[in-house]
């Protein structure tokens, strides 16, 4: 089974999502043995963002290692866990609501695809990149 950096590569919908990952040097950690859930953003999800600032974002290591951290729990939490939680802390230190009312969303993001398993984790997809407060 491949780690979470692995899956992300050989997932096309995740280029941004990696070189992102590589731009703030967390390649290494997310190799790590965990175990980690991320809340992976697809192309999709980074084409939201005006391009300019996303290009100011990539630029930025502190504030892409804050945003990219926000998106990851330090623990595996399957969708099945995901149901009874309200939210979760994040590696960033804050907080992400979770609402799985109708369907499952994190702050505002949908998740598009759950519990894709990984050696040092599982990641869920979603259809927007998370901001930190």
């Known amino acids: 089974?491949?780690?979470?950096?692995?899956?992300?590569?050989?997932?096309?919908?995740f280029s941004t999502l990696v070189t992102a990952i590589k731009?703030?040097?967390?390649?290494e950690t997310?190799?790590?043995?965990?175990?980690?859930?991320?809340?992976?953003?697809?192309?999709?999800?980074?084409a939201k963002i005006?391009?300019?600032t996303l290009k100011a974002?990539?630029?930025d290591k502190a504030?892409?290692?804050s945003i990219l951290t926000y998106h990851v729990v330090a623990s595996k939490v399957l969708s099945k866990?995901?149901?009874t939680m309200t939210e979760a802390k994040t590696v960033q230190g804050s907080?992400?609501?979770?609402?799985?009312?109708?369907?499952?969303?994190?702050?505002?993001?949908?998740?598009?695809?759950?519990?894709?398993?990984?050696?040092?984790?599982?990641i869920h997809v979603i259809d927007t990149v998370l901001m930190p407060k």
């Open 30 to 46: 997310l190799s790590g043995t965990g175990p980690f859930t991320v809340f992976a953003p697809t192309n999709a999800a980074f």
């Open 95 to 122: 907080n992400i609501t979770i609402d799985a009312k109708d369907g499952v969303m994190i702050n505002n993001a949908k998740v598009t695809k759950a519990d894709i398993e990984c050696s040092n984790g599982v």
């Open 81 to 83: 866990d995901v149901a």
């Open 50 to 52: 005006p391009e300019a």
């Open 63 to 65: 504030k892409l290692t």
């Open 57 to 59: 974002i990539l630029a």
């Open 23 to 27: 731009a703030a040097e967390l390649v």
């Open 1 to 13: 089974m491949k780690n979470i950096i692995e899956t992300a590569v050989n997932n096309p919908d």
